[in-house]
């Protein structure tokens, strides 16, 4: 079975001043290696709580130094999903947060040659490209914002709106390519800024858009506890807005500390499948929302 995880902060974590130790990692080559499945990891570079600045100046370099030596322990880069071979940690690499891209459209074209498949154009801070959801704001994306966005259509790369606005989410997708929420969930199940209305999820669902369902808690409920099965009725739930063809997984591992009972790190995953089988999902559906949606999703852009 393929399997996708849309996102997670392992380079961010590994790019920290005292570099974790493997074992403390939610995904390690290990993990992903050796569960009979093939699976597919995103990598994210992101730009910091500081937006590249003040000590987070130099985040990406160092955190590609660390996907250095994750490929040299065994993660295997691709460009595309299909190159994506069983018993290997598949790896590709994002970007959370516009700050990346300098004030030059050109760096897009920089990033794209690195393999970079998708891009978040603002985490929690405003930028010059547009307005985190976190802040509040109504207004939409800067003309910069837009430039970048029309770059990032023209090269095949991704356009990410988890962590978006809601203008800005809506202006990007009206645009003729489908966009992606790498990691978000339901608002209509817990309501939190950085989840997605019903609304926000039947455009994206209409425009052949991907969503990948976040295990951190907070987003999953204001119970402040949550399960396995917390997860699956933000997939239910997305699939019953029109979402069956459109909604997989974006755990947000290696950049959370509060974790669904039983989803503690990658080699968790395959049970969340399982439970998902006992809990009615078809073995289509599951394969679907497993993996085969997301690489659906990437042959549209």
């Known amino acids: 079975m393929l399997i996708c995880d849309t996102h997670a902060d392992t380079l961010w974590r590994l790019a920290q001043q005292e570099e974790p130790a493997p074992q403390?990692?939610?995904i390690t080559c290990g993990q992903l290696a050796s569960t009979g499945h093939t699976r597919v990891q995103a990598l994210?570079?992101?730009v910091g709580s500081n937006g590249l600045s003040g000590n987070d100046r130099d985040l990406i370099r160092r955190e590609l130094a660390a996907f250095e030596k994750l490929r040299q322990q065994g993660f295997r880069q691709i460009w595309k999903?299909?190159?994506a071979l069983p018993g290997h940690a598949n790896a590709f690499l994002t970007i959370e947060g516009g700050e990346a891209f300098g004030e030059d459209t050109a760096s897009v074209g920089h990033y794209a040659q690195m393999g970079v498949l998708a891009a978040a154009i603002v985490w929690n801070n405003e930028?010059?490209?547009a307005h985190p959801a976190a802040g509040g704001s109504r207004?939409?994306?800067t003309p910069f914002g837009k430039a970048v966005v029309d770059e990032m259509h023209r090269l095949?790369?991704?356009v990410d709106i988890s962590h978006l606005n809601e203008r800005g989410s809506d202006e990007v997708m009206d645009a003729p390519i489908p966009c992606m929420a790498s990691h978000s969930?339901?608002?209509r199940l817990c309501d939190h800024p950085r989840n997605l209305t019903d609304r926000q999820l039947k455009k994206l669902f209409a425009s052949g858009g991907f969503v990948g369902v976040n295990f951190y808690v907070p987003f999953l409920t204001d119970r402040g506890c949550a399960s396995t099965d917390t997860v699956i009725d933000h997939l239910a739930h997305m699939c019953a807005l029109g979402g069956e063809a459109c909604v997989g997984l974006g755990s947000d591992f290696d950049g959370i500390d509060q974790y669904p009972e039983g989803l503690r790190r990658a080699a968790d995953v395959p049970a969340l499948l399982d439970r998902m089988?006992?809990?009615?999902?078809?073995?289509e559906l599951v394969k679907r929302i497993a993996g085969e949606n997301f690489a659906a999703y990437t042959d549209r852009i």
């Not at 089988?277 to 073995?283: A, E, I, K, Y």
């Open 139 to 141: 207004e939409g994306l």
């Open 24 to 26: 403390t990692l939610d």
């Open 185 to 187: 969930c339901a608002r």
């Open 44 to 46: 994210a570079l992101f």
């Open 277 to 283: 089988l006992q809990r009615g999902f078809s073995d």
């Open 81 to 83: 999903i299909s190159d």
């Open 127 to 129: 930028n010059r490209l």
């Open 156 to 158: 095949h790369m991704a």
